[in-house]
């Protein structure tokens, strides 16, 4: 995935020898693994008249099974490398982000094309802000050589009135969210600072502002919710620690053509 990055790089350095090259500036590498897991549930949520979608929602999110991310973070700039099928997104997507921007670069390295996604379109950006309670544990344990503390959690979301869009009389105004954060202060200083916020703009996951507080860095995290009875989302950070990344590893590669976004509203 990384090959055309590196020619490019390559070629540049070999057409101007004489320009000494930029310091690589230094970066987080983490790479993170999401699954999606089938776990008990009392009769009473399993014939939750919507519990179907929670299949539906597996299928959409991990088609293939498990997913792995690798993510590269160097200031304000993110990379993430998705080796496998995640929602929409082509086998192998790269996706690229400069913090403050309002649009996401969605590479296919198989045919060598790319699209901009805006970052309003996901749902975390249009249900806001949710109402967060978090409750620290004495549990503790090591993911990647780090000490980790556990905590428990719930999220209430509002769902959102849209234009157009009438909802059946009994759905449900609010979602409930629950689950299991293993987080670390391992991490800290304003490098690690930048990272997270840059990571909690990607991700645009509700709450993930007050889950990562404090300056803590998730390391792994179970979550479950009243719509999707019978399933548990995971995901654990296999790996993590400093690097240098190029300049050229946040960049659209010259050879790329732009496309218009299959999942609308892109450019």
Known sequence: MLTAAILA???????????????????????VRI?????????????????????LMVRMLAPEGPVDIDYVVAGD???ADVRGRLATLPRGSIVLQQAGEQTLRILNPGNKT????????????????????????????????????????SETLRLPTLDGVTLPQDFPRELQFSGDLWST????????????????????????????????FPLRLHLRST?????????EVTSVGPAQAAPSLFVVPPDYQKVISPVGGGR
């Open 77 to 79: 700039s993110m990379r």
């Open 35 to 55: 699954t999606v897991a089938r776990i008990d549930v009392p009769t009473s949520e399993a014939e939750n008249p919507y519990g179907q979608l929670g299949g």
């Open 114 to 153: 790319w699209f901009e996604l805006p970052i309003d379109q996901n749902m975390g950006a249009l249900i806001g802000a949710p109402d967060v309670q978090i409750e620290p544990t004495s549990e503790t344990t090591t993911i990647v050589g780090q000490r980790a503390q556990r905590f428990r959690f």
């Open 227 to 235: 719509f999707m009875p019978g399933y548990e989302l995971r995901s």
């Open 185 to 216: 202060d391992g991490f800290s200083g304003s490098a690690y600072a930048t990272i997270m916020r840059t990571l909690q703009t990607f991700a645009a996951v509700p709450g993930m502002e007050a889950l990562t507080s404090g300056g803590r």
């Open 9 to 31: 790089t390559a070629v540049l350095m070999q057409a101007a020898p004489q320009e000494p090259p930029a310091a690589a500036p230094v970066a987080l590498k983490a790479s």
